[in-house]
Structure formats: structure tokens, C-alpha cells
């Protein structure tokens, strides 16, 4: 039942909120860090420029991948689907700016309760048509956690590194009820559970094609 990722160079994250991405796949992104020494990560964030949120997410994304190209947008919180043509267009030129194709997409899942969330997930499998998409989970208020169909094992010092990375970031975020390690952790112990292992991120994979031998 399992794949192994091989030949990785240039992953792209998206969020849309700053925290976003290192709550969904932060200790993935430790992993992939790594495990692929040459990695480019290349990070999209839809709201938060200008604000004390970007200083938080910028010193977060660099902890969690030294080197990141990332791009933070000024679009309205909770108002992205009145702004549709505006996140269309700001993905597509973020799109066009890549130093290289990506090989593999990782951003919020579809069914996201959260409408900011819910909008870029929808965008992303649009503007990345020949790429992976990975839907990763946040934990929050509403009872939207997915069915996931992908697991990242990790192991158990990547998992307690992504949750003192965003303690040590993201103190903006510190009094939510649902922003503590037992929380993060417990996602992750719950996922390892559902395969095999001590911890994992959980992702929804709408497709996936699978090439049996070198079609170069």
C-alpha cells in the first residue's frame, strides 16, 4: 500500500491564511526538507501582507524550510469569494513566477468548512492541471476534518519540531482553544494510528496517475 516519493526538486505550498500551510504540512515540510537536500519550496499565501501576521508567517515558513520563496497576498480574510477574479489572477501570476514546474502541489482540502480555505483548494486544481495536488487537513472549530487518502508518516521529532516551530512563531494565534501541542500532536497521532506508524499528516488526493516503469 505504500509509494515512495523519489526525485523531488521544487514543492509548492499554499495557504490561505499565514500559519495555514506549517499547521496543514509542517511536519512534511521538515521531511521532504530532509530527505531532499536541494529542494526548492515555493510558498503562496493568500491574506496576511502588511500585517503583524506576515513577519509571523515569514519567520515560520523559513524555520520550517530555510531558503522558501514566498509570496503573501493582501486579499480580504474571510472574503476571498467576493474577490474571485482578484485570487484567480494573483495565483496565476504566482504561477507564471515559478523558477521551475513544480512537481508536487500541497494546499487546503476542497471541503473545507472555511470559505478562504474551501476557494484557493478549488483554484489550485485549476492552475495546476499536470501536478499532484495534496488537500492538507486543518484542525479548528467546525467538525470538517476529511476523510484522508494519504498518509505521510513522520517521525516523532519532526512532529514535536512543527509543534514548537508554531508555538515560536505564531503567537498571534495562542489563544485559540484549538492551538495547542496536544491538539497538533493528537491529529498526528490519530493519522500514524490509521497507518501503521506513530505519527503522520493526512491528505485528500482527488487523483492520482500512476506510471508503471521509466516513460521519460
Not at 482540502?109 to 478549488?122: F, G, K, N, S, T
Request: charged content about 20%; aromatic content about 8%.
Amino acid at each position: 500500500m505504500s509509494l515512495s516519493l523519489t526525485g523531488l526538486r521544487h514543492v509548492v505550498v499554499a495557504g490561505a491564511h499565514c500559519d495555514d500551510i506549517a499547521i496543514g504540512c509542517g511536519a512534511t515540510l521538515l521531511a521532504l526538507r530532509q530527505e531532499f537536500g536541494d529542494l526548492v519550496v515555493s510558498a503562496f499565501v493568500l491574506t496576511g501582507a502588511g500585517t503583524p501576521r506576515e513577519a509571523e508567517e515569514r519567520a515560520a515558513l523559513e524555520a520550517f524550510c530555510p531558503g522558501v520563496r514566498l509570496t503573501i497576498e493582501d486579499l480580504p480574510d474571510a472574503l476571498t469569494p467576493a474577490h474571485w477574479l482578484a485570487t484567480k489572477q494573483a495565483l496565476a501570476t504566482f504561477t507564471r513566477m515559478l523558477p521551475s514546474p513544480a512537481d508536487l502541489v500541497i494546499g487546503p482540502q476542497v471541503a473545507d468548512a472555511h470559505q478562504d480555505h474551501r476557494l484557493l483548494a478549488e483554484l489550485l486544481v485549476t492552475e495546476f492541471r499536470a501536478q499532484p495536488v495534496w488537500g492538507y487537513e486543518i484542525l479548528k472549530y467546525e467538525s470538517d476534518l476529511p476523510q484522508v487518502t494519504t498518509y505521510v508518516p513522520v517521525s516523532e521529532a519532526d512532529a514535536r519540531a512543527k509543534s514548537a516551530l508554531l508555538h515560536e512563531n505564531y503567537a498571534s494565534q495562542q489563544d485559540h482553544p484549538w492551538f495547542d501541542e496536544e491538539a497538533f500532536l493528537g491529529l498526528m497521532r490519530v493519522r500514524g494510528a490509521q497507518c501503521n506508524t506513530r505519527y503522520a499528516e493526512g491528505f485528500v488526493v482527488a487523483k492520482s496517475v500512476i506510471e508503471i516503469g521509466d516513460h521519460a
